[in-house]
């Protein structure tokens, strides 16, 4: 199976300031023949399911603030929250479906400074 | 637009089996051709991919629940099931049911979430 870690386990950020989350692929998740990293980000609020943020490591889901953005190839990927705003606490997952079984990170959980 | 509503019961006890369905409304199971796939999540724990089937019947399990597992789709009643046998406290988990709009993909769209807790 493909092991996903997200560093750190858990960040704080001030309101209006930058965040960003790591996470790393134990094994290439990128498809060489259409180019295309086979890797999502999700937010999950407390009490509530996850919600896709983030598909093809760097592509939005409509309706997902841009203030939201995704980056990395590979085995290396970043989410970005460029404006943090109150609605945005929360655990984030990454999510591999390069390979079954599907993979997800153990999450990273975002507060407020 | 396309919903998910699960159901099922929240108490299960320890060797016996974990039933769960899931509702699609907003769209036929059997046009769509998507992929319709369960989740869990332990307690104040991460996401683990249970399974996921095709509305053709195709399935394709986790390796490590497979000797347990059964998914089906029934499309009279637009839905689809999750079936897991011979439960133990670690399979106490909140389950969630999701689609994919191809095996290898992202879930779109996630039901509510059930929580089974698997206790005598």
């Known amino acids: 199976d493909i092991v996903m870690t997200q560093s750190p386990d858990s960040l704080a950020v001030s309101l209006g300031e930058r965040a960003a989350i790591n996470c790393k692929s134990s094994q290439n998740v990128l498809y060489g023949p259409n180019n295309k990293n086979y890797f999502a980000w999700y937010q999950q609020r407390p009490g509530q399911p996850p919600k896709l943020l983030i598909y093809?490591?760097?592509t939005r889901e409509s309706g997902v603030p841009d203030r939201f953005s995704g980056s990395g190839s590979g085995t290396d990927f970043t989410l970005t929250i460029s404006s943090l705003q109150a609605e945005d606490v929360a655990i984030y997952y990454c999510?591999?479906?390069?390979?079954?079984?599907?993979?997800f990170g153990q999450g990273t959980r975002l507060e407020i400074k | 637009q396309l919903q998910l509503q699960q159901s099922g019961r929240g108490l299960v006890k320890p060797s016996e089996t974990l039933s769960l369905s899931c509702i699609v409304s907003g769209d036929s199971i059997y046009n769509s051709a998507y992929y319709w796939g369960w989740i869990r999540q332990p307690p104040g724990k991460g996401l683990e991919w249970i399974g996921s089937i095709f509305y053709s019947g195709s399935t394709y399990y986790s390796p490590s629940l497979k000797s347990r597992l059964t998914i089906s789709v029934d499309t009279s009643k637009n839905q689809f099931s999750l079936r897991l046998s011979s439960v133990t406290a670690a399979d106490t988990a909140m389950y969630f049911c999701a689609m994919q709009q191809q095996l290898y993909d992202a879930f779109d769209i996630w039901g509510q979430g059930t929580m089974v807790t698997v206790s005598s």
């Open positions: 999510h591999q479906y390069y390979s079954i079984p599907g993979t």
């Open positions: 093809w490591a760097s």
